[in-house]
């Protein structure tokens, strides 16, 4: 299919304002229109993204180079970035400059722990000691912790969870003790991991981000959020909204509040005075009855203030990007299906 030609664009432009504008109650937003090809596997809960045709492809990549006269409900402040999985990038807002990202670590830590111990659906995996200095660690009052008795048996998926659900720091050292040996030898394999994804704007030098050093961008979190969003285990896990801590029969929240929301599955939540509100999502959108899948990173809400303000900052300024995603994706989808004048067919 032949590219726009750059002649024609301006009446595309129009046509697609006309067309796709969606105005929550904050300010319009207009969703790029783009070709998307993913499939959902029922039996395992799995998102693949699926190759489209070379015409798609051309029609995605004349589309989306107006992403930047379009316009979505960013945040005012900090910087995003979202996309569609098996399409790529609906834009982002805010300079990308690496920025602490708090409790956001811990998707990493989950990656690389699940990289080198691959865990099925539903399996309890491999068999974890808690060591005393876990447990110790557990009564922390400056920091978010996870109960866990020292001797105790836990499996992996238990320790995920304790680690992604409640956002326990302790955990997410012990599993980087288990896997590396050392915490400083995990955050290396952190940092490989990393560049292997691209996030060339990325330093770790924690394994759960207590550490201000620990630094992103939207950008690059979005790439790690594309990668591990792969992993069956990993979103069963993101999608629990309590888990009950083994040992202590103690029910626990997940500290995203929008699970359940506005097809919200997911993903992890992050705050502390230096890295504001943090939150990698992941939402779905049912389109023609096929689920689509959507990721997106928002950071640096309200730094530099109460974390506990500046996380339902992150949570809120979520809510309304993925609403304003949500509720324009159906029709920009079907767009994208439909020829344009001066595009081909």
């Known amino acids: 299919m032949p590219v726009e030609p750059t002649s024609n664009r301006p009446r595309l432009r129009c046509r697609l304002r006309s067309l796709f504008a969606f105005r929550p109650r904050l300010r319009r937003s207009v969703l790029v229109p783009v070709a998307l090809a993913a499939v959902f596997t029922a039996g ?17 990549d004349a589309l989306g180079s107006l992403a930047g006269a379009l316009e979505l409900p960013w945040p005012t402040e900090g910087q995003a970035a979202a996309e569609v999985e098996g399409v790529g990038s609906l834009g982002s807002k805010g300079a990308q400059r690496p920025v602490p990202i708090a409790s956001v670590t811990k998707v990493m830590t989950a990656y690389v722990v699940l990289g080198g111990h691959p865990l ?8 974890v000691v808690a060591d005393q200095r876990a447990a110790d660690e557990s009564f922390s009052a400056t920091e978010s912790t996870a109960p866990v008795v020292a001797g105790r048996a836990y499996t992996q998926r238990e320790l995920l ?10 955990v997410a050292r012990l599993l980087a003790r288990w896997d590396a040996g050392d915490e400083r030898e995990f955050v290396k394999k952190m940092n490989r991991a990393a560049r292997r994804l ?13 550490e201000s050093s620990t630094r992103s961008t939207a950008a690059d979190q979005l790439k790690l959020a594309r990668a591990v969003m792969k992993d069956a285990a990993f979103r069963q896990v993101v999608a629990l909204p309590a888990i009950t801590a083994p040992g202590t029969g103690t029910q626990i ?24 509100g943090n939150l990698m999502w992941a939402a779905t959108q049912e ?10 990173v928002v950071l640096h809400q309200r730094a530099d203030t109460n974390p506990v303000q500046a996380k339902a900052a992150a949570l809120e300024a979520s809510r309304t990007l993925i609403a304003g995603i949500r509720a324009g994706l159906p029709r ?10 001066g595009a081909g067919a």
């Not at 097809?263 to 230096?274: A, C, F, Q």
């Open 161 to 170: 969870e304790l680690m992604l659900v409640p956002s326990g720091n302790n």
């Open 198 to 210: 691209g996030m060339d704007r990325t330093t770790y030098t924690g394994v759960a981000g207590m």
């Open 287 to 296: 389109v023609g009855g096929a689920q689509r899948l959507i990721l997106g």
């Open 120 to 127: 099925r659906p539903d399996e309890p995996g491999e068999t």
């Open 332 to 341: 920009a989808l079907a767009s994208a299906a439909t020829p344009v004048h």
């Open 44 to 60: 395992t809960g799995g998102w693949y993204a699926w190759g489209g045709d070379a015409r798609h492809d051309q029609a995605a």
């Open 253 to 276: 929240h997940n500290t995203n509040t929008l699970l359940g929301q506005d097809g919200v599955i997911g993903l992890k939540t992050g705050s502390s005075t230096p890295a504001g």
